[in-house]
C-alpha cells in the first residue's frame, strides 16, 4: 500500500480547528446550558479526538483493519460504560409497581 | 477481510535492509505488523483509562453538585494552557515523522527535541498545580480538608482526579523517555522515507495521550465552571 | 488395537529420522540461549517449566483446602490461614495458571506452525512476556512468602482496601503485572495471525487452534486493562488513601464489582477457549475426519469472544445490583451459551462416520467434551435469576466452575501436552501409564466435584473453613476424590520427563495427523520451515475427496 | 463421623417450592443433555472405533439445519427457563404488602437483629411462621450476605446503603443462617440461625424477652432528641413551614429541586439525612443540616422506621428489594466501628437444626 503523505498545510489546519474546539470549549463553558453544558463539552472532546485520530494518527489513511481496532477500542469502552451505567440508573426501577409505592 | 490481509509478495525484499527483522519476509509486512501491534497497544491503553473515565461517569451522575463544586479549585486557566500545550506537541510529533517521510534528518532531531520540550512544559504546569493543591490541603488521606457540603464526597472527586490527572503524567513522562531515545538514531540517519516506523508507532503513543487529556480537560475542569 | 506404543497406528512416521537433525533443542546450549532466546519454541518451554511450577504450588494450596475441609470443624489451620489458602489457590491458578497455560504454551508453540510463519510477530516481546510473568509471580510469590493474602480471588472492597491486613498490594500488584504478560502475546497472537500467515493460508484454511486463539487474543486485548487499572484503583486506595471505592466516603463497592467482572468474566473465556481450540484438533486428529461445521465452530469462538463482555453481572445477582440489569444479564448469559452448544454438538457429530482411535490425548478430548458440558449446563442453571438466589456463593458455584476449568481446561490442556509432546520433544511417552493417568483424572475429578453440586443445593457457603456436621459425608467423598486426581496430575510430570531421554523417538507424525505442525521435522527447525509452505487444502482434509475448498455447500454460504 | 446424609434441602419458606421446582427441571434437562451427549460419544466411539491403520473418516456432511437445530433448540429451552426464573426471582424479591419490617446489621463478623418491637438478638432471629417478613440489610464495614438454605434465600449486605430480602416460613423449626459473602478471617464463623415458631409461641417469647422500645418509638423519640421537630413539624399547620412534610412521604414521589423525581424509600431518607444537600426537594432551601456522623447506623434505622410509619396507613410497604435506592450510589455510612467481634452481644448459638 502506498505511503501516504499528509501535507504540512493540513497539519497546520487541523492544529488550528484544535486550538479553536479548546477555546471553545472553555467559553461555552462558563455559559449556563443546564444539562446541555455536558452535552457540548462531550461534543467539542470526541470532534477534537476525531481530529487528532483521523490526520495525527493517520486512520483516515490507513487500512481497514486499523480503522476497526480503534474504533472497536471505543465501542468497547461504550460498552463497559453503558452496562454499568445502567446498574446506576435502574437500581429500584423493576419494583416501582408495589403496591403502596 | 482475508484478500486485504494477505502476505505481500515475498520477493518484494529482495533486498534486504538492515532494519528488516528475520521473522518477516518484507519491510512492508513489518511495517504492518508493528502499526497493527500498536494499534492493538493503544486498544488497551483506551480499556485502561476506561476503568477510571467509568468510575468518573458513575460518581459524576450520582454526585452532579458536589463534584462541581470540588472542580471549581482546579485552575481552569492552567489547564486550558496545558491542553494548548499538548495539542502543540502532537502537532510537532506528527511534523517529526513528515520531516522524515520528507528525509529531512536535522527536521525529525528538531521536532523530536521541540516534542519532548512541550512535553516539560505540559508537566512543569501541572506540578504548579499539584503544589496548589498540596497547599490547599485537596490531596486525599488524612489531610484532606475542603469546605463546602458533603466534602467526602470532594475526596472521591480529588481522588479520581488526581490518578487519573497522575497515569496521565506517568504516560507522558513514558513518552518522552521514548522519544528521546529516538533522537540518536534519527541523528545518525536511522529514519528516512523508507523506514520510519518506530517514529510512527510513538507518534501514535504521544497522540493517544493528547486525546486522553483531551477528555481528561472538560470532564475535570470544566464542569460546572459556569456557576463559578 | 494397539495397546504397547502409541507409534503403531501411524502411517507416515520414519520413526529414524527424528534426531540428528538441526532442531529447536539442539540448535544451541547452555543457560544463555535459553533465558535470551527469541524463538517462540524455546519460549514455549520456558513457560511450560514456570507454569508448571505455579501449577505445582496451586495444587498445594488446594490439597491443604481439601484437608481442612476433611472435618466440620476447622481443626488443621487457623481461619486466617485458611482464608489464605483458598485465596492464593484461586489467585494462582487462575492468573498464574489457567490464563497462561494453554496460549502460552501451546499457543505459543503453535501459532506460528500452524500457519506457516518463522516466528510470531514480535519476539522479542514474546521473551518480555514471560519475564514479566515471572516478575509478576516474584510479587505474588513475595506476599505468599509473607504470609499471603486473605481477600479471595475476587479483591472485593472494601474488604480488600480497608480491612484485610495482609499483603494486599504486592499480590494485586504482581497480578496486575502478570496483566502485561498476557496482553503482550494477545497482541503477538492477534498480528501474527493477520499478517503472517503463510501464502495460500486463507482465513478458512486457519485451524480452529488458531480461531479461538485469535478470538482469545481479542478477549486479552479487551479485556485485561480494565483488571489492571481496578487492582491499581485497589493498591492506590491501600497505600495513598485515595477513596474510590470507600463507602465512608460515599463510595460504591459494587463499582468495584462491576469493574472486577467486567474483565473476569470475559476471562473465564480467556480460560476455556483456548481449551476448545485443542479439542478441535485432536478431535479431528483421532476422528481423521473434518471437523464438523468448521465455520459454525470458527464463529462460535468469535461470538463468544464478543457475547462474553456482555454478561458479566452474573456474578452480581444479589450483590445489590439493579434488578433491572440482573434480568439483562441473565438473558444475556443464555445467549452466550449458545455457540458453546455449537461447539459441544459440532465435536460430537465430528465423531460421526468417522475412524476413532482411543489414543491418549483422544481420552482427554472425550473426558472434556462431557465434563465440560457437564459445567456449561450448570453455569446455565446459575444464571436463572431463580436459581442463583439459593445457590449463589455456595459449593455449587465451586463445583460449576471445576468442571470448566480443572474438568474442561485442565483437560484439554493435558491432552494438548500428550498430543504435542512428541512435536515438542521428538520422543512417546508410555501409552498404558498415560492412559491410566487420563482415567485417574476422570475418575479423580468427578468424585472430586460431583459432590460439591449437592453439598451447594444443600447450602454450604464457599470459602467455609468449617462447617455444619452434616455435610461431612460429601466432603470426605470430594478429598478422597482430590487425592485420586492429584495421582493423575502426578503422573504425566514424572512420564514426560522420563520420555525426554528415554522416550521412543516419534518420527515426524506419529499420529498421521493432518496440519501445518505436522508438514515439518519433529522437533522442528528454529525456521520452522525449511522452505515456506504454499497451502492449497482445507483444514482437515483427511479424506482424499475434501482437498479442495467446497465453496458450493451450503454451510459454505454462512458468514 | 456424622453419618446422616442428606441430599435435598429441607424446605421451609413460601418461596423454598418454587425454587426447587426450577431447579428440578433444569437439572432434569441437564442431566438429559448430559446423557445425551454422553450417549453419543460413547456409541460413536464403538460404532466408528479405527479398524486399519490407515483409515481415515468419511467425508463431512454437515447439513445446515441441523446446525439451526442445534442452535435453537437449546436456546428456546434456556429463553423458557429464563423468563420463569425471573418470575420467581422477582417473586423473592417483591415483599408482599404485609410484610413485617426487621432490621438487620452485619458487621464482622456477627449479624445483630432487632424486631419491630424492639427486641435485640444476635446471631439468631425468632421469627412467627406464616407471617411475611422483611429484614431491613445493612453493614458496619465488609460486604455480608445473609443466607438461610432453608427459606432459599439470599441478599447482600452493603455498606453505605440499604437492601432487603424478605421470607415467610411455613414450618416451625430451627435452621440455619450462614453469612455467604466473603467477609474476612471469621466468615465461616458468622452463622447461627433462624427460629421459627408459631405465633402464639412467638408472642410468648416475645413477652419473655427484654422488652424495649419499639423501633419507630425509639425513633419519635430520637426525632425530638435530634431536633428534626424544629423544622419538620408533624401536623401542625399555621406556623410558617421551614421544611417539608414528613407525613405520607415515604413510599411516594418526591419531586427534586433539579428536575428530576424519584420514590422515597429507605435510601432516599438514608441520604437526605446524613447528606441533605445531595438531592434537594424542590421549593425548599437546602438549610438542612447534615447528621452524618451524628447518628448511627442503628438509630438511623429507628429514625426511618418513624419516619415510615408517618406514610399514612401503616401498611405501606417499600419494596427496594435488591434494587436498593433508586438512582442512589447510597450515602456515607460515618461511623464504623472498630471490628470486635468476640465481645458484644451474648455467645453466639451454635445450634444443630432440628
Ligand atoms: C473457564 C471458566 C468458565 C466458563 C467457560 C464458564 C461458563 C459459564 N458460566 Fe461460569 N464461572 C466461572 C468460570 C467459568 N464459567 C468461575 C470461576 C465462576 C466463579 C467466580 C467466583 O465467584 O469466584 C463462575 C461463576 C458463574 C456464575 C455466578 C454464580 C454466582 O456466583 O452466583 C454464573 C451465573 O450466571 C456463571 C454462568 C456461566 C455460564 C452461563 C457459562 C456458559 O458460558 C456455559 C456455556 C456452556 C454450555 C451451556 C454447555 C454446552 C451446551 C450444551 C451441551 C447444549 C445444551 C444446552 C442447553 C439446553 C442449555 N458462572
Ligand atoms: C484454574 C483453576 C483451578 C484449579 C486447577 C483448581 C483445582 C482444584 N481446586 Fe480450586 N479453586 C479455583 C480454581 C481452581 N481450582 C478458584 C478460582 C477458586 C475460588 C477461590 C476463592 O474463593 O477465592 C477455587 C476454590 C476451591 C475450593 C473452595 C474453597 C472454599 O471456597 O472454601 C475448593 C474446595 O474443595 C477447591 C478445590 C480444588 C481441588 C481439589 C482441585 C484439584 O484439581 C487439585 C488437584 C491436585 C492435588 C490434589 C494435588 C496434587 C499434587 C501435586 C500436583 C504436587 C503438589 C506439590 C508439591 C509436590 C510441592 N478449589
Ligand atoms: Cu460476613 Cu461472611
Ligand atoms: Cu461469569
Redesign the pocket.
Given at each position: 500500500m502506498a505511503e501516504h503523505v499528509t501535507s504540512r498545510k493540513l497539519y497546520f489546519a487541523i492544529f488550528a480547528a484544535l486550538m479553536v474546539l479548546t477555546a471553545a470549549t472553555v467559553a461555552v463553558a462558563k455559559i449556563d446550558l443546564g444539562a446541555l453544558n455536558d452535552v457540548v463539552a462531550m461534543a467539542i472532546a470526541v470532534a477534537k479526538a476525531l481530529l487528532v485520530l483521523l490526520f495525527f494518527m493517520h486512520v483516515r489513511y490507513s487500512t481497514r483493519l486499523t480503522a476497526l481496532t480503534a474504533m472497536g477500542g471505543f465501542l468497547w469502552l461504550a460498552i463497559l460504560i453503558f452496562l454499568t451505567m445502567t446498574d446506576y440508573l435502574t437500581r429500584g426501577v423493576l419494583l416501582d409497581d408495589v403496591p403502596g409505592k | 477481510m482475508a484478500s486485504t490481509t494477505m502476505e505481500p509478495e515475498a520477493d518484494a525484499a529482495a533486498h534486504h535492509h538492515p532494519a528488516l527483522q528475520h521473522q518477516f519476509d518484507s519491510l512492508e509486512q513489518q511495517k504492518e505488523s508493528s502499526t497493527l501491534g500498536m494499534w492493538l497497544f493503544l486498544v488497551t491503553e483506551i480499556m485502561f483509562f476506561g476503568g477510571l473515565f467509568t468510575a468518573y461517569v458513575v460518581y459524576r451522575r450520582t454526585f452532579q453538585g458536589v463534584f462541581a463544586a470540588a472542580s471549581h479549585h482546579l485552575d481552569v486557566t492552567l489547564g486550558a494552557i496545558n491542553t494548548a500545550v499538548l495539542i502543540f506537541s502532537s502537532l510537532t510529533v506528527a511534523l517529526a515523522i513528515w520531516s522524515a517521510q520528507m528525509n529531512r534528518r536535522k527536521g525529525i532531531v528538531f521536532f523530536l527535541v521541540l516534542t519532548i520540550l512541550l512535553g516539560g512544559v505540559f508537566l512543569g504546569i501541572k506540578t504548579v498545580e499539584y503544589s496548589h493543591k498540596f497547599h490547599d490541603n485537596l490531596v486525599p488521606g488524612p489531610n484532606f480538608h475542603f469546605d463546602g457540603p458533603s466534602p467526602e464526597k470532594a475526596e472521591i472527586f480529588f481522588s479520581l482526579y488526581f490518578i487519573m490527572t497522575g497515569l496521565h503524567a506517568l504516560h507522558m513522562i513514558i513518552g518522552m523517555g521514548v522519544l528521546a531515545a529516538l533522537i540518536r538514531p534519527a541523528w545518525k540517519g536511522r529514519y528516512d522515507a523508507s523506514y520510519y516506523n518506530p517514529l510512527e508507532c510513538t507518534g501514535l503513543y504521544w497522540h493517544f495521550v493528547d486525546i486522553v487529556w483531551i477528555f481528561l480537560f472538560p470532564l475535570l475542569y470544566l464542569l460546572g465552571a459556569h456557576a463559578r | 488395537m494397539d495397546t504397547t506404543a502409541t507409534v503403531s497406528d501411524t502411517t507416515l512416521a520414519s520413526p529414524e529420522t527424528g534426531y540428528e537433525r538441526p532442531n529447536y533443542l539442539n540448535a544451541a546450549y547452555g543457560m544463555r540461549s535459553w533465558l535470551l532466546t527469541r524463538d517462540h519454541k524455546r519460549i514455549a518451554i520456558l513457560y511450560l517449566i514456570s507454569v508448571s511450577v505455579f501449577f505445582a504450588l496451586g495444587s498445594l494450596f488446594a490439597l491443604l483446602i481439601r484437608l481442612e475441609l476433611l472435618t466440620p470443624e476447622g481443626d488443621m489451620v487457623q481461619p486466617d490461614t485458611y482464608n489464605r489458602l483458598f485465596t492464593m489457590h484461586?489467585v494462582v491458578m487462575?492468573f498464574f495458571f489457567?490464563i497462561p497455560a494453554i496460549p502460552a504454551v501451546l499457543g505459543n508453540f503453535l501459532v506460528p506452525l500452524m500457519i506457516g510463519a518463522k516466528d510470531l510477530a514480535f519476539p522479542k516481546l514474546n521473551l518480555a512476556s514471560w519475564y514479566v510473568y515471572n516478575l509478576g509471580g516474584i510479587f505474588t510469590l513475595w506476599s505468599i512468602v509473607h504470609g499471603g493474602v486473605d481477600t479471595?480471588?475476587?479483591f472485593y472492597a472494601p474488604l480488600s482496601t480497608q480491612y484485610s491486613n495482609t499483603y494486599v498490594i504486592s499480590a494485586a500488584l504482581g497480578v496486575f503485572i502478570n496483566g502485561f504478560s498476557t496482553i503482550f502475546t494477545g497482541m503477538n497472537f492477534i498480528v501474527t495471525i493477520h499478517r503472517m500467515r503463510a501464502p495460500g493460508m486463507t482465513w478458512f484454511r486457519l485451524p480452529l487452534f488458531i480461531w479461538s486463539h485469535y478470538a482469545t487474543s481479542l478477549i486479552i486485548v479487551l479485556g485485561t486493562p480494565v483488571i489492571a487499572i481496578t487492582l491499581l484503583l485497589v493498591a492506590a486506595e491501600r497505600l495513598l488513601h485515595l477513596g474510590i471505592f470507600d463507602p465512608r466516603l460515599g463510595g460504591d463497592p459494587i463499582l468495584f464489582q462491576h469493574l472486577f467482572w467486567f474483565y473476569?468474566?470475559p476471562a473465564?473465556?480467556i480460560?476455556?477457549l483456548p481449551?476448545m481450540g485443542v479439542i478441535s484438533e485432536l478431535v479431528a486428529a483421532f476422528a481423521r475426519k473434518r471437523v464438523f461445521g468448521y465455520r459454525f465452530v470458527a464463529f462460535a469462538s468469535i461470538a463468544?469472544a464478543v457475547l462474553?463482555f456482555l454478561?458479566w453481572g452474573?456474578?452480581m445477582?444479589?450483590a445489590g445490583q439493579s434488578i433491572y440489569l440482573s434480568t439483562i444479564?441473565?438473558i444475556l448469559?443464555?445467549l452466550?451459551?449458545v455457540p458453546?452448544?455449537i461447539?459441544?454438538?459440532n465435536w460430537t457429530a465430528t465423531l460421526y462416520e468417522g475412524s476413532i482411535s482411543y489414543q491418549t490425548p483422544m481420552l482427554y478430548a472425550l473426558g472434556f467434551i462431557g465434563l465440560?458440558?457437564i459445567?456449561?449446563?450448570t453455569?446455565?442453571m446459575?444464571?436463572?435469576l431463580g436459581i442463583?438466589v439459593h445457590?449463589?456463593?455456595t459449593y455449587f458455584?465451586?463445583a460449576?466452575?471445576h468442571y470448566?476449568?480443572v474438568g474442561?481446561?485442565i483437560m484439554a490442556y493435558m491432552g494438548g501436552l500428550h498430543y504435542w509432546w512428541p512435536k515438542i520433544s521428538g520422543r512417546l511417552y508410555p501409552a498404558f501409564l498415560s492412559r491410566l493417568s487420563a482415567l485417574l483424572v476422570f475418575v479423580g475429578f468427578n468424585l472430586t466435584f460431583l459432590p460439591q453440586f449437592v453439598l451447594g443445593y444443600l447450602g454450604m457457603p464457599?470459602r467455609y473453613w468449617s462447617y455444619p456436621p452434616e455435610f461431612q459425608v460429601l466432603n470426605v467423598l470430594s478429598t478422597a476424590g482430590a487425592s485420586i486426581l492429584g495421582v493423575g496430575y502426578v503422573l504425566p510430570l514424572f512420564y514426560f520427563i522420563w520420555s525426554m531421554r528415554y522416550g521412543k523417538r516419534s518420527g515426524d507424525n506419529p499420529w498421521g495427523a493432518i496440519g501445518l505442525e505436522w508438514d515439518t521435522p519433529s522437533p522442528p527447525p528454529t525456521d520452522n520451515f525449511h522452505t515456506i509452505p504454499v497451502v492449497t487444502r482445507p483444514p482437515y482434509a483427511y479424506n482424499e475427496q475434501e482437498v479442495h475448498d467446497r465453496t458450493s455447500h451450503p454451510e459454505a454460504r454462512v458468514g | 463421623m456424622e453419618t446422616n446424609l442428606p441430599l435435598f434441602p429441607e424446605s421451609a419458606s413460601s418461596v423454598a417450592p418454587q425454587i426447587d421446582a426450577l431447579f428440578v427441571v433444569w437439572s432434569v434437562?441437564?442431566v438429559f443433555?448430559?446423557l445425551l451427549?454422553a450417549g453419543l460419544i460413547i456409541y460413536f466411539m464403538a460404532r466408528y472405533r479405527r479398524r486399519a491403520a490407515d483409515e481415515v473418516g468419511l467425508p463431512e456432511r454437515a447439513p445446515f439445519w441441523l446446525e439451526i437445530a442445534?442452535s435453537a433448540?437449546?436456546l428456546a429451552?434456556?429463553l423458557a427457563m429464563f423468563a420463569w426464573g425471573t418470575q420467581v426471582f422477582v417473586n423473592v424479591y417483591r415483599p408482599p404488602a404485609d410484610a413485617i419490617q426487621y432490621s438487620s446489621i452485619g458487621k464482622q463478623w456477627m449479624w445483630k437483629f432487632q424486631h419491630p418491637t424492639g427486641q435485640r438478638e444476635i446471631n439468631t432471629l425468632h421469627i412467627p411462621v406464616g407471617q411475611p417478613i422483611k429484614l431491613l440489610l445493612q453493614s458496619e464495614d465488609v460486604i455480608h450476605s445473609f443466607f438461610v438454605p432453608a427459606f432459599r434465600v439470599k441478599q447482600d449486605a452493603v455498606p453505605g446503603r440499604y437492601t432487603a430480602v424478605w421470607f415467610e416460613a411455613t414450618k416451625p423449626g430451627v435452621y440455619h443462617m450462614f453469612c455467604a459473602e466473603y467477609c474476612g478471617g471469621e466468615h465461616s464463623k458468622m452463622i447461627g440461625s433462624v427460629v421459627a415458631m408459631e405465633p402464639r409461641q412467638y408472642e410468648e417469647w416475645l413477652a419473655g424477652g427484654p422488652a424495649g422500645r419499639s423501633v419507630t418509638a425509639s425513633g419519635a423519640d430520637l426525632f425530638q432528641q435530634l431536633a428534626c421537630h424544629t423544622c419538620h413539624r408533624t401536623g401542625t399547620a399555621g406556623m410558617a413551614a421551614r421544611a417539608p412534610r414528613l407525613e405520607g412521604l415515604f413510599g411516594h414521589q418526591v419531586r427534586l429541586e433539579d428536575g428530576g423525581t424519584l420514590v422515597a424509600d429507605e435510601n432516599y431518607l438514608r441520604e437526605s439525612i446524613l447528606n441533605p444537600m445531595a438531592k434537594v426537594t424542590a421549593g425548599w432551601q437546602p438549610i438542612m443540616p447534615t447528621y452524618q456522623g451524628q447518628v448511627t447506623e442503628e438509630q438511623l434505622t429507628q429514625l426511618i422506621s418513624y419516619i415510615r410509619s408517618l406514610a399514612g396507613e401503616g401498611g405501606i410497604e417499600s419494596g427496594s428489594g435488591a434494587g436498593g435506592g433508586p438512582n442512589e450510589v447510597g450515602a456515607a455510612g460515618g461511623q464504623v466501628d472498630s471490628p470486635e467481634p468476640q465481645t458484644a452481644g451474648p455467645a453466639r448459638s451454635e445450634t444443630d437444626p432440628q
Open positions: - | - | 484461586g487462575v489457567l479471595g480471588w475476587t473476569s468474566h473465564v473465556y480460560m476455556i481449551a463468544i462474553g454478561v452474573h456474578h445477582f444479589l444479564f441473565s448469559s443464555m452466550v451459551a458453546s452448544a461447539k459441544v454438538f465440560f458440558t459445567g456449561g449446563l453455569g446455565t446459575i444464571a436463572t442463583d445457590v449463589h456463593d458455584i465451586v460449576h466452575f470448566i476449568m474442561g481446561t464457599r | 434437562i441437564s443433555f448430559t451427549i442445534w433448540i437449546p429451552i434456556m
